[in-house]
Nanobody
């Protein structure tokens, strides 16, 4: 079982940066792929980025490519999302997830954090 706690969200002006952190507890973190998702009211949760258990092959959606970077530190049981050049459309609650890969595709697992709010003002 994995417990996930996100932090690092906040209010930032467009063009600014934030670094989200997700601290994990549990024995399976280092063997789990990890993903970041985001959700705005009335919309489904959206995949943002993911990374393998060993930190290889970070991936992200096109709308954040070149602006967001996912990384992890298995020694600290943590995964990060560095966000730069933020835009108002990045405003959402951001969640981390412990999942797995099926081929090149990230598959969500059952474990989610409580989310952290990111608000980007124009």
């Amino acid at each position: 079982q994995v417990q996930l706690v996100e932090s690092g969200g906040g209010l930032v002006q467009a063009g600014g940066s934030l670094r989200l952190s997700c601290a994990a507890s549990g024995r399976t973190f280092s063997s789990s792929a990890m993903g970041w998702f985001r959700q705005t009211p009335g919309k489904p949760r959206e995949y943002v980025a993911s990374i393998t258990a060993t930190g290889d092959s970070p991936n992200c959606i096109g709308s954040v490519k070149g602006r967001f970077t996912i990384s992890r530190d298995n020694a600290k049981n943590s995964v990060y999302l560095q966000m730069s050049s933020l835009k108002p459309e990045d405003t959402a609650v951001y969640y981390c997830n412990a999942g797995r890969y099926s081929g090149p595709f990230y598959v969500t697992g059952d474990y989610w954090g409580q989310g952290t709010q990111v608000t980007v003002s124009s």
